[in-house]
């Protein structure tokens, strides 16, 4: 991942509903939800959330898969995997034990490997 990613990433965050899309889609990590399943338990228009689905997809943060008649989301956890390695990426002047905290808040996430296409250098 390179910085103009990262802060792709992060402007596709920065706004409330998108914020919460994509926590919601985590959330429902691996099977994903129907758009207007997203729309429905966030309260917001379908023409609204399908814009800011699209933010989120450009930013590479959620990706779509057409099933029947649906478009099914899901959250990108490479991608999220690629950015935390973005933040740490300097961190701890070469000693890992100073990262432990890190470790510990990420807990199971942090087996998350980015994918070839957000190598993290």
Not at 67 to 90: E, K, N, P, T
């Amino acid at each position: 991942m390179d910085t103009n990613d990262a802060l792709d990433a992060f402007a596709a965050l920065s706004q409330p509903t998108r914020l919460a899309a994509f926590r919601l889609l985590t959330r429902h990590e691996p099977d994903g939800l129907a758009a207007g399943e997203v729309a429905r338990r966030l309260d917001v228009p379908h023409n609204t959330l399908s814009a800011h689905l699209a933010v989120l997809s450009r930013a590479g943060l959620i990706h779509a898969q057409r099933q029947s008649r649906s478009m099914i989301y899901r959250a990108d956890l490479a991608a999220v995997g690629a950015l935390a390695a973005f933040l740490v990426s300097d961190c701890c002047q070469g000693s890992p034990e100073v990262c432990a905290p890190l470790d510990s808040l990420l807990g199971d996430c942090a087996s998350l490997t980015p994918s070839p296409s957000t190598d993290p250098s």
